[in-house]
């Protein structure tokens, strides 16, 4: 069955798709994420010390299993963009974007000639080490990877309804936590509900999927009920210390109620 890159994943359904976080540099998490049940996951190149050259065998992992992955850059200065495109992603998020013009410069860098700036790498992975037609290759670029700018700071948010106008844009990802740093708020304030709703108001009227990151289950139900396409469940160094703290506590527990233990 032939691979289909992100965008097109969530054109395909109506249903709102659950990932998470990767932040441990070791693709056998990768795997077991992917074994548990994941639509996706996003591997953290932001606020984790992962390298080019996990992203690349977590994506190759990844995708052997039947999970789609995206990678979240560094940074939006777009210098990892290519050879991660190049690596057969299928998305990528940039972070810290704060303004049209900074949105259709990475837009850019995502899209082959006439759109934009990508370089064609036919040979690449992204091209089946050219095995791919050059017209497939070029065509599944431009229409079925995710090219998602993360919008964080209030004025961004403000700006969403001409961020998300920009050509070529098929994905958003809004920051809550930095949202709230930026503008001193908490999430249940008046003011940022009403700025989230015209956020997603913007993307329902573009067309354009939107994400977020959420930490409990219920907080994933509430965010598709209000529109997110797809959601972001934790991550798996807090899944694996909510794991180990809770096996640790349940078992110390049981210890001390027999005081006879290896008596």
Same mark, same amino acid.
């Given at each position: 069955?032939?691979?289909?890159? &992100?965008?097109?994943?969530?054109? =395909? ?28 996951? @996003?591997? %953290? ?15 190759? @992992?990844?995708?052997? $299993? ?15 963009? *290519? ?28 899209? &082959?000639?006439?759109?934009? %700036? ?8 992204? /091209?089946?080490? /050219?095995?791919?037609?050059?017209? !497939?290759?070029?065509? &599944?670029?431009?229409? !079925?990877?995710?090219?998602?700018? *993360?919008?964080? !700071?209030?004025?961004?948010?403000? $700006? ?18 930095? #949202?709230? #740093? ?10 940022? *509900?009403?700025?989230?709703?015209? &956020? ?14 959420? /930490? ?21 160094? =807090? ?25």
């Amino acid at each position: 069955m032939a691979r289909q890159g &992100f965008a097109r994943r969530l054109a =395909s359904t109506s249903e709102c798709l659950v990932g998470t976080w990767v932040k441990i540099p070791a693709v056998s998490a990768v795997e077991i994420l992917a074994d548990a049940g994941f639509d996706f996951v @996003v591997v %953290d190149m932001e606020h984790a010390p992962l390298t080019f050259e996990f992203a690349y065998q977590a994506t190759v @992992v990844a995708q052997g $299993a039947g999970m789609s992955v995206l990678v979240r850059v560094p940074d939006r200065s777009g210098s990892h963009l *290519q050879r991660l495109l190049d690596a057969g992603v299928d998305g990528i998020l940039v972070p810290r974007v704060t303004s049209v013009d900074e949105t259709a410069a990475a837009v850019r860098q995502m899209l &082959f000639s006439p759109g934009g %700036d990508r370089g064609m790498g036919v040979t690449s992975r992204a /091209g089946r080490w /050219g095995g791919l037609a050059r017209a !497939e290759y070029l065509r &599944f670029g431009d229409e !079925e990877v995710m090219r998602a700018v *993360q919008l964080e !700071e209030r004025a961004a948010v403000e $700006a969403a309804e001409e961020i998300l106008a920009v050509p070529g844009l098929n994905g958003v990802f809004l920051g809550m936590g930095d #949202l709230q #740093l930026s503008s001193g708020l908490p999430e249940s304030d008046p003011a940022i *509900q009403k700025l989230v709703d015209g &956020f997603l108001a913007s993307a329902r009227a573009r067309g354009v999927p939107a994400g977020t990151a959420v /930490g409990t289950a219920a907080q994933a139900e509430a965010a598709a009920d209000r529109g997110y396409r797809f959601v972001m469940v934790s991550n798996d160094t =807090s899944l694996l210390r909510g794991a180990a703290a809770s096996t640790v506590a349940d078992v110390r527990s049981r210890l001390s109620k027999g005081d006879n233990h290896g008596v």
